[in-house]
């Protein structure tokens, strides 16, 4: 029962980060599944490319649309060029590709995070505001 709690708690909170910076809470929920001991790893990953599927940014769309924030042109392309990317991706984990251990997997997806935590750092410590 506290796991059903926790992942519920994790949901909402990541889903608020979500909506805030347009950060997908993927990796955070991976991580904190990790930490809480919920469930094997590739099994993880694989729930939370199962939400993706849904449209967990409805709300938020939304909200942009109805100010005109929105540059359709650049979401379809990102769209559909991410789509592509996740099946080439997967293919390398579980897939016919070379198959990476749990241990890489970690590596790669912690160095990306510190990449995107030092360049986010870098443009708000340069911001003009």
Do not use: D, H, R, W
């Amino acid at each position: 029962m506290n796991q059903y709690i926790i992942e519920l708690i994790l949901g909402l909170i990541t889903g608020a980060f979500l909506g805030i910076t347009g950060i997908a809470p993927t990796s955070i929920i991976l991580i904190l599944l990790e930490y809480f001991k919920i469930g094997e790893y590739k099994s993880n990953l694989g729930a939370i490319l199962l939400i993706n599927l849904f449209p967990l940014t409805i709300g938020s769309v939304n909200e942009f649309y109805k100010t005109k924030n929105i540059n359709y042109e650049l979401g379809v392309i990102l769209l559909v060029s991410v789509v592509i990317g996740s099946y080439l991706g997967s293919k390398i984990i579980v897939g016919t590709g070379f198959k990476l251990t749990i241990k890489q997997i970690k590596y790669i997806t912690s160095l990306l995070g510190f990449i995107i935590f030092v360049l986010f750092l870098n443009s708000a410590y340069y911001e003009k505001n």
